[in-house]
């Protein structure tokens, strides 16, 4: 699992005083960093090897100025050339909102998925739920 924790800016919110929708996916790409690291340690954007194919957000409870939150990810489904990243905000000890993006590991040279290596699919095994590394 990767954790970041930050305080959400002010502009984050919005007229009803609360972190606004639109924010959430923003703070899960930062939160992915980690991730991407896995792939490309550099992050240099010459030689990047990922494309985000769908991304879906729930929310469960408002998220508020002022207070802390943590990101927490995790490499929830692993396959040939895609896996799932799992994510959620917490607040105030209280899961705020989740998601996942599936991201897949993409050569843009050929413009086509290519496989994940066996080494780097254990690494990302590694970052699953603790409820999965068991099964």
């Given at each position: 699992m990767f954790s970041d924790e930050f305080y959400p800016r002010f502009s984050d919110t919005d007229a009803l005083g609360h972190i606004n929708n639109t924010c959430i996916p923003v703070w899960f790409e930062?939160?992915?960093?980690g991730v991407f690291k896995l792939f490309t340690p550099d992050l240099d954007l010459q030689n990047w090897p990922l494309i985000l194919a769908k991304i879906d957000v729930h929310f469960h409870a408002q998220i508020y100025y002022g207070e802390k939150v943590e990101i927490r990810t995790f490499v929830s489904r692993i396959g040939n050339s895609s896996f799932d990243v799992y994510q959620e905000v917490w607040q105030q000890g209280e899961c705020k909102a989740s998601g996942t993006a599936v991201m897949v590991h993409f050569c843009y040279q050929k413009q086509?998925?290519?496989?994940?290596?066996?080494n780097l699919k254990q690494i990302l095994l590694s970052h699953a739920p603790t409820h999965q590394k068991n099964s």
């Open positions: 930062g939160a992915r960093e086509g998925a290519v496989a994940i290596d066996d």
